[in-house]
């Protein structure tokens, strides 16, 4: 079975200080894993995935993710914050052998003070 | 320009009436899923359907129903059997024709935020 756990609900930054969004997942599998960025009552949007091809994901607006196999982790960084970022943001990790659902984790709301 | 969409946004519903929420998209994905979502819980999977004229049932399928007769819809019944409906649901589609479509995301609709009054 998977799991998602993303450490802290709430995250405040400053602008420009660095984004850290935590999220380590839990699978007997090689996973495949997501971040989604969900605007207020809007859908989710992809912000990065994880594809085995490097460790190291980059993906829209400045973020990226890290792939840390020892650590069970795939954490959302992003150097600068900045004020269009607040959001709530969703790791998740997908089965492909069993109809590549998803399990989400439970999210981070993201505040970005000016 | 290719997507999915829902409809409609915002609902509203009495006390024991049944009620379907739309879900199309135009993106040729085989599969569909619908999710619900409360403050704090994420998303948990309703339904799911990787193939006209099949779905699975998710973790929370009491007190829906679905149907998947076109590839193109996959529209979500809350019938008054589920107890405390009122939530935000989202329908996603996927691609899985293309051989690395494992590592394939979800597309979402933008939502429709059902209230039961």
């Known amino acids: 079975a998977q799991s998602v756990t993303q450490l802290g609900s709430h995250v405040s930054v400053s602008e420009g200080a660095l984004v850290l969004l935590r999220c380590n997942y839990s699978?007997?599998?090689?996973?495949?894993l997501f971040w989604y960025v969900q605007y207020p009552n809007q859908g989710l949007q992809l912000l990065l995935k994880?594809?085995?091809?490097?460790?190291l994901v980059k993906g829209i607006n400045g973020f990226e993710a890290e792939f840390k196999k020892s650590e069970t982790s795939f954490h959302l960084t992003k150097p600068s914050a900045h004020m269009s970022d607040a959001a709530e943001y969703f790791c998740?990790?997908?089965?492909?052998?069993?109809?590549?659902?998803?399990?989400f984790g439970d999210g981070t709301t993201l505040t970005v003070k000016p | 320009d290719g997507g999915i969409t829902q409809s409609p946004k915002y609902l509203f519903r009495k006390e024991g009436q049944n009620v379907t929420l739309s879900c199309e998209q135009n993106l040729n994905h085989d599969a569909m899923y619908w999710y619900r979502q409360d403050p704090g819980q994420g998303l948990r999977l309703i339904y799911y359907s990787q193939i006209v004229n099949d779905f699975q049932k998710g973790d929370i399928a009491e007190g829906y129903s679905v149907s998947r007769e076109k590839k193109e819809s996959f529209p979500l019944t809350v019938t008054s059997a589920q107890k405390n409906p009122t939530a935000f649901y989202l329908c996603?589609?996927?691609?899985?024709?293309?051989?690395?479509?494992?590592?394939?995301?979800?597309?979402f609709g933008p939502g429709t935020r059902l209230t039961v009054l």
């Open positions: 699978s007997s599998v090689p996973p495949y």
């Open positions: 996603a589609s996927r691609d899985t024709g293309t051989s690395r479509s494992s590592y394939n995301e979800q597309f």
């Open positions: 994880y594809t085995s091809a490097a460790t």
């Open positions: 998740a990790v997908s089965d492909p052998a069993n109809a590549g659902k998803s399990t």
